[in-house]
């Protein structure tokens, strides 16, 4: 089967400046996250969709970051405006479960550089 | 609060030498556990999860919960095991995954 999908791989832009990343996952998977890595730490969860709706944002800061997630397929992230410390490796991951997140399939991610 | 932790940011072991990544999580209720890896320039992968009971490339990993851990081991390393392990803790039926901050593993010829 088809990997998850994500673009663009990198990306640099200045702080206060918009930015979206896109995700395709596994056809047929109902569960979408989004997380953020930052160097030398572990994911950390953002946003978790089960189709189309928003199951799990507590960590999204939502003054600057949406997401969403428009008919159950892909999902778009975005933040506006970006500071410094959102840069880090942003990963989509997708898993077949609808009410528990056992095995996510992961996808290459997003590198953001905010100077 | 849940937590998970990984003491050890970077093992480095012979190869043919016993390895062991610990995990220690915090968590109320009866979680899932798994280890998930990232070999260079690949993607980060689901190694094992607990309720499987599984061994996979040699690693096994038993969940304690006296102790509240999930060490990841393996007899006998291999060069190709080196790699960054991540330990996660999911809350049963829940939609929240917390992962470690990770080990490198580092398997020296």
């Known amino acids: 089967e088809a990997g998850v999908a994500q673009s663009p791989r990198y990306k640099i832009i200045e702080k206060r400046q918009s930015v979206a990343f896109w995700c395709n996952p596994i056809s047929g998977h109902a569960t979408l996250y989004w997380y953020q890595q930052i160097l030398g730490q572990g994911p950390k969860l953002l946003i978790q969709f089960q189709n189309n709706g928003v199951v799990d944002d507590s960590q999204l800061p939502k003054d600057r970051f949406s997401a969403e997630r428009l008919k159950g397929v892909d999902s778009t992230l975005k933040i506006q405006p970006a500071k410094l410390e959102d840069s880090a490796v942003y990963l989509c991951?997708?898993?077949?479960?609808?009410?528990?997140?056992?095995?996510?399939?992961f996808g290459p991610g997003t590198r953001l550089t905010v100077t | 609060a849940q937590r998970v932790t990984q003491p050890e940011k970077l093992l480095s072991v012979f190869k043919g030498a016993p390895v062991e990544l610990k995990c220690n999580y915090s968590y109320s209720g009866s979680p899932e556990l798994f280890w998930y890896v990232q070999y260079s320039r690949q993607r980060l992968q689901l190694l094992l999860r607990h309720i499987s009971r599984e061994s996979i490339k040699g690693f096994t990993a038993d969940l304690n919960k006296g102790e509240t851990s999930f060490h990841l081991k393996k007899p006998f390393a291999q060069e190709e095991d080196s790699a960054m392990y991540y330990c996660a803790l999911s809350p049963t039926g829940g939609f929240k995954t917390i992962f470690g901050a990770g080990t490198r593993l580092f398997v020296k010829a």
């Open positions: 991951a997708s898993s077949s479960d609808s009410f528990s997140s056992y095995e996510q399939y």
